[in-house]
């Protein structure tokens, strides 16, 4: 999850909030407790819960949620591979428009 986890934050800053947890009151290091990507119509999270993955998915409209639903893993990863597609892409035609005007 921490390779995920780093990997979203890399590429989508803007739209990816990671949060850790420590490993132990005294301890340097920390893992991943939650990974959440907002979307313009969803915000995907996966949260570590007892060693155990859950994953939701909350319906936007207007910037409001009004629905969350749990979901199987498998379509968790499915939908934040297409949204992350379609970040990538929206990001990338950005940055071809401000390549072009420079």
Not at 44 to 63: I, M, N, S
Not at 87 to 95: R, T, Y
């Given at each position: 999850?921490?390779?995920?986890?780093?990997?979203?934050?890399?590429?989508?800053?803007?739209?990816?909030?990671?949060?850790?947890?420590?490993?132990?009151?005294?301890s340097k290091t920390s893992h991943v407790?939650?990974?959440?990507?907002?979307?313009?119509?969803?915000?995907?999270?996966?949260?570590?819960?007892?060693?155990?993955?859950?994953?939701?998915?909350?319906?936007?409209?207007?910037?409001?949620?009004?629905?969350?639903?749990?979901?199987?893993?498998?379509?968790?990863?499915?939908?934040?591979?297409?949204?992350?597609?379609?970040?990538?892409?929206?990001?990338?035609?950005?940055?071809?428009?401000?390549?072009?005007?420079?």
């Amino acid at each position: 999850m921490e390779a995920l986890a780093v990997r979203l934050e890399g590429a989508l800053p803007r739209h990816v909030s990671v949060s850790r947890q420590r490993d132990g009151l005294l301890s340097k290091t920390s893992h991943v407790a939650s990974i959440e990507l907002r979307a313009e119509r969803a915000v995907y999270r996966v949260v570590v819960e007892k060693g155990v993955l859950a994953a939701t998915r909350a319906k936007v409209v207007r910037g409001v949620i009004i629905s969350t639903s749990p979901i199987k893993m498998s379509e968790w990863l499915a939908e934040v591979r297409a949204e992350v597609r379609i970040l990538a892409e929206q990001a990338g035609d950005a940055a071809e428009v401000l390549h072009d005007f420079l």
